[in-house]
T-cell receptor, first 115, second 114 residues
Framework: TQTVSQSDAHVTVFEGDSVELRCNYS??????LSWYIQHHGRGLQFLLK??????VVQGVNGFEAEFSKSDSSFHLRKASVHWSDSAVYFC?????????????FGEGTKLTVSS | DPKIIQKPKYLVAVTGSEKILICEQY?????MYWYRQSAKKPLEFMFS???????DNQTASSRFQPQSSKKNHLDLQITALKPDDSATYFC?????????????FGSGTRLTVL
């Protein structure tokens, strides 16, 4: 069974702070990981993904994530957050079953950026 | 302009009734999906379609039936509605159905069953 967990339900930081949102996965095969963001009342938007190569991947709006096989992690980071980064962030692993992809999402981490 | 249109945005239904959630995508994608998000559970995969064919179904209940009348349409029919069906239903699409693909989501239909 492939699962993903996000240990922090809520994270609060001040504008300009750095932030790390944690994601851990469990799976024995090749791994496909991604992060999505959901602003209040909206659908999910893609941030970044990893499936091979450089373990540090760059995404939109200054976000990056680092894959670690030894820690089974794919944490999301941003060096300096803006108030508009306030949203819920979802980590996801991708399965392939029956000829199509299926994303399994973590519980989500709500990031609040205070000014 | 939104590239994935979901209608209606809000929907209120009575227990036992039937509703259809509409999804149209204008991204030229060949794979489409339904996900459900409720207060009790995280985002939950429901169905995937590729070239208008059902590829994966993780919904235990036959009350949920996807319908693909056109390549860029994937509607969701829900019959015999229950209060537990209350959730936001998201439609998504990807170019193909590969594991490495990016999914694009609509803004959702919030269903409330009274």
């Amino acid at each position: 069974t492939q699962t993903v967990s996000q240990s922090d339900a809520h994270v609060t930081v001040f504008e300009g702070d750095s932030v790390e949102l944690r994601c851990n996965y469990s799976y024995g095969g090749s791994i496909y990981l991604s992060w999505y963001i959901q602003h209040h009342g909206r659908g999910l938007q893609f941030l970044l993904k990893y499936y091979s190569g450089n373990p540090v991947v760059q995404g939109v709006n200054g976000f990056e994530a680092e894959f670690s096989k030894s820690d089974s992690s794919f944490h999301l980071r941003k060096a300096s957050v803006h108030w508009s980064d306030s949203a819920v962030y979802f980590c996801a692993v991708s399965l392939s079953q029956g000829g199509s992809a299926k994303l399994i999402f973590g519980e989500g981490t709500k990031l609040t950026v205070s000014s | 302009d939104p590239k994935i249109i979901q209608k209606p945005k809000y929907l209120v239904a009575v227990t036992g009734s039937e509703k259809i959630l509409i999804c149209e995508q204008y991204l030229g994608h060949n794979a489409m999906y339904w996900y459900r998000q409720s207060a009790k559970k995280p985002l939950e995969f429901m169905f995937s379609y590729s070239y208008q064919k059902l590829m994966d179904n993780q919904t235990a209940s036959s009350r949920f039936q996807p319908q693909s009348s056109k390549k860029n349409h994937l509607d969701l029919q829900i019959t015999a509605l229950k209060p537990d069906d209350s959730a936001t239903y998201f439609c998504a699409s990807s170019q193909e159905g590969g594991r490495a693909e990016t999914l694009y989501f609509g803004s959702g239909t919030r269903l409330t069953v009274l």
